[in-house]
């Protein structure tokens, strides 16, 4: 079986969204309430260890108010 986990992309998505929350000054917490992302998942996503949903990366787009290809370009 060929591996579709790719962890240098999971860390460099993780470390755009921490970029981008960084930028708005957002906590964890906040960025959590707003987007209904648990604090935990959020995370475990910027330090790149979980392959998120598309719908939880949506959800984290809309809270920090951007589209989700904008979220993706990295």
Do not use: P
């Amino acid at each position: 079986m060929t591996k579709i986990r790719d962890d240098k992309y999971l860390k460099a998505l993780g470390k755009r969204i921490r970029t981008l929350r960084e930028e708005k000054k957002l906590s964890t917490y906040e960025l959590s309430y707003t987007s209904n992302v648990s604090r935990s998942q959020i995370n475990a996503i910027e330090r790149g260890q979980i392959n998120t949903t598309i719908s939880t990366l949506k959800a984290l787009a809309e809270a920090l108010e951007m589209k989700l290809n904008q979220l993706l370009d990295f």
